[in-house]
């Protein structure tokens, strides 16, 4: 038996046209117009690739900096020592340690949003990797977040670098600002985002690359996306 939909959800559906096809700039100032939380909702973006994950080179996995960050506030923990360590702690880390942190982890204490480390702790780093890879905490090179320049990484971070990964079925979901934001702002942020992941276009994959898109709300439909005009942002 179909659940029915709440009167919330059911005057949000008709504010939307599930037929249509939004470009970009429309989409982003319709979204604002969706907000119906007594919070302020993340916005969203999934974008279904033409890629097989399965295939080692078709795994797409990035980062980018959102021009206009994500309106959260990262919380973030930096395995280093050291000098680096000093570094971590200049460029305003949450939390910095080894051993101690490693630990700390162990117990159960999770209380970040984004983990970094130089080379030289990854060995360390992979004694906590079954906590931290599910969560998807895990630093990887190819998200800047094993990395020497711990200043950079941690800027970054701080500034609204959000990492992103296909997952099995081919889908990438990923934050691109906050309801609040101006519709200009939650634009730009998917116009970065989305050059980012189509610079990793794999040279193996067939067909059209973004098949699918839509942006929503954390509580609101979605509004299908033009493809095209997001394959053609370069």
């Known amino acids: 038996m179909a659940k029915k939909l709440t009167k919330r959800m059911q005057n949000l559906l008709n504010k939307v046209d599930c037929k249509k096809i939004y470009d970009i700039t429309t989409a982003s100032a319709t979204i ?11 916005v969203e973006i999934a974008l279904s690739l033409g ?36 570094e971590a702690k200049a460029a305003g880390a949450d939390i910095v340690g080894d051993e101690d942190l490693a630990d700390s982890i162990k117990e159960g204490n ?3 949003d984004m983990v970094i ?8 780093v992979g004694k906590v990797g079954r906590i931290l890879g599910p969560k998807g ?14 200043t950079k990484a941690v800027s970054n ?14 889908i990438i979901h990923a934050p691109v600002g906050k309801a609040s934001f101006d519709a200009k702002k939650i634009e730009e942020n998917v116009v970065a985002l989305v050059k980012s992941i189509n610079k990793q276009k794999p040279a193996s994959a067939k067909g059209k690359y973004i098949k699918n898109a839509a942006l929503s709300l954390t509580m609101s439909p979605s509004l299908t996306l033009d493809a095209q005009e997001l394959i053609d942002m370069k």
Do not use: C
């Open 32 to 42: 604002k117009s969706l907000a119906s939380a007594k919070f302020d909702e993340t």
């Open 51 to 86: 890629v097989d994950p399965r295939h080692a080179d078709q795994m797409i996995r990035g980062a980018v900096v959102l021009p206009n960050g994500t309106g959260k506030v990262v919380r973030v923990a930096v395995f280093a020592k050291g000098v680096k360590a000093d």
């Open 137 to 150: 905490l895990m630093p990887n090179p190819k998200t800047g977040t094993v990395t020497m320049d711990i």
């Open 110 to 112: 999770l209380n970040f």
């Open 157 to 170: 971070v701080k500034s609204g670098q959000i990492n992103y990964r296909v997952d099995k079925k081919g």
């Open 117 to 124: 480390a130089t080379p030289d702790m990854m060995a360390l």
